[in-house]
């Protein structure tokens, strides 16, 4: 890039050059110059969730009196442009950063701020739209609110969907008769029918593990600023930002934590969960693998069931299908298991 394409920014350490068109300012550049390393930004969830938080802390300091409402005004309309996934190309920091996500609280605190002075009006990336919060309550807020939307709106209702598949499949065919197979070698006769109840139970309890999860991953430690004491906040300032959030969201599960020394010290709501995804995981891995299993052929394997005809499934060899759905949600279900031990 030329010296035409950079503009001259600002912060605490001195100048910084930053791209003439970008919406983030010093701080951001400097994350991304020092993290270049996977080239995956934040995902668009958790810049969804860090937008919805920051207009919540608005409406609340507004309403305190502590924020005028010009600049409480802008900020949650910038918010929830960048909520809506409008902004999405101006979080360019890479998911490996600062371990307290400084770097993308104030990449979006930059944006917000700059969204706002585009539109007339100043606002102070610190002094205004991070008002009454820290990186260490806003980042780990965030991830809460975005893994708690997901499991709320799209994994259980997901897994809901699968298990009635499943119990509807165990009803249809619980009259046809095949081998049962322990190691692999031909057992007592049972059902095809009774397999699929199998399954269908086995989605049905991790459901219900998913489930138990969920009021502790709703707990945001939001309001306890730096270290938990919820220095520079006004009285109840994380209870009734979690409402706004409840209300912005829709999700009701979310609510303020109980401990915020806890909440702010531990992610073990989220290791919870991630356990939880994980047995999940294994489920589906062993239910693709009997399926795949028993589709095999069409003239020298098991060939108990007929799976879709969903692409060609060789380059040399021509009517070969193969049972791609399945090998996918095996693939899914390792990278989750990978997750977890990571996590």
């Given at each position: 890039?030329?010296?035409?394409?950079?503009?001259?920014?600002?912060?605490?350490?001195?100048?910084?050059?930053?791209?003439?068109?970008?919406?983030?300012?010093?701080?951001?550049?400097?994350?991304?110059?020092?993290?270049?390393?996977?080239?995956?930004?934040?995902?668009?969830?958790?810049?969804?969730?860090?937008?919805?938080?920051?207009?919540?802390?608005?409406?609340?300091?507004?309403?305190?009196?502590?924020?005028?409402?010009?600049?409480?005004?802008?900020?949650?309309?910038?918010?929830?442009?960048?909520?809506?996934?409008?902004?999405?190309?101006?979080?360019?920091?890479?998911?490996?950063?600062?371990?307290?996500?400084?770097?993308?609280?104030?990449?979006?605190?930059?944006?917000?701020?700059?969204?706002?002075?585009?539109?007339?009006?100043e606002v102070h990336p610190n002094d205004h739209v991070n008002m009454g919060q820290s990186s260490n309550d806003t980042?780990?807020?965030?991830?809460?609110?975005?893994?708690?939307?997901?499991?709320?709106?799209?994994?259980?209702?997901?897994?809901?969907?699968?298990?009635?598949s499943l119990a509807k499949k165990a009803v249809e065919w619980k009259d046809i008769v095949k081998s049962g197979r322990t190691h692999l070698m031909d057992a007592v006769p049972?059902?095809?029918?009774?397999?699929?109840?199998?399954?269908?139970?086995?989605?049905?309890?991790?459901?219900?593990?998913?489930?138990?999860?969920?009021e502790r991953l709703g707990e945001l430690p939001i309001g306890g600023t730096a270290v938990g004491t919820g220095l520079n906040t006004p009285a109840e300032f994380g209870a009734k930002v979690t409402e706004v959030l409840v209300?912005?969201?829709?999700?009701?599960?979310?609510?303020?934590?109980?401990?915020?020394?806890?909440?702010q010290a531990n992610r073990d709501a989220l290791v919870e969960f991630s356990g939880a995804m994980r047995t999940v995981a294994v489920s589906l891995y062993k239910i693709a693998n009997d399926i795949r299993l028993m589709g095999s052929g069409p003239l020298t394997g098991f060939a108990e069931i007929h799976l879709p005809d969903l692409q060609p499934g060789s380059s040399i060899m021509p009517g070969k299908v193969n049972p791609v759905l399945c090998e996918t949600a095996t693939q899914v279900?390792?990278?989750?298991?990978?997750?977890?031990?990571?996590?």
């Open positions: 890039m030329t010296e035409q394409e950079f503009r001259i920014e600002h912060d605490t350490m001195g100048e910084v050059k930053v791209p003439v068109n970008a919406l983030w300012r010093a701080q951001t550049q400097r994350a991304v110059e020092n993290f270049p390393i996977s080239g995956r930004g934040l995902e668009s969830a958790q810049i969804r969730a860090m937008g919805l938080l920051k207009a919540a802390c608005a409406i609340v300091n507004e309403e305190r009196g502590l924020l005028p409402t010009e600049q409480a005004d802008a900020i949650v309309a910038a918010a929830r442009e960048i909520a809506d996934g409008t902004h999405d190309a101006e979080f360019p920091i890479d998911v490996f950063q600062t371990g307290s996500g400084t770097s993308s609280n104030m990449n979006t605190n930059e944006v917000i701020a700059s969204i706002a002075k585009a539109k007339g009006v980042f780990p807020t965030a991830t809460h609110v975005a893994a708690t939307e997901a499991a709320v709106n799209d994994l259980i209702p997901g897994l809901k969907v699968l298990h009635e049972v059902t095809l029918g009774q397999e699929f109840g199998g399954y269908a139970r086995q989605i049905e309890l991790g459901i219900e593990r998913i489930e138990s999860t969920v209300d912005l969201t829709g999700v009701s599960q979310l609510s303020e934590a109980k401990n915020h020394f806890e909440a279900s390792a990278q989750v298991i990978g997750n977890d031990a990571a996590v």
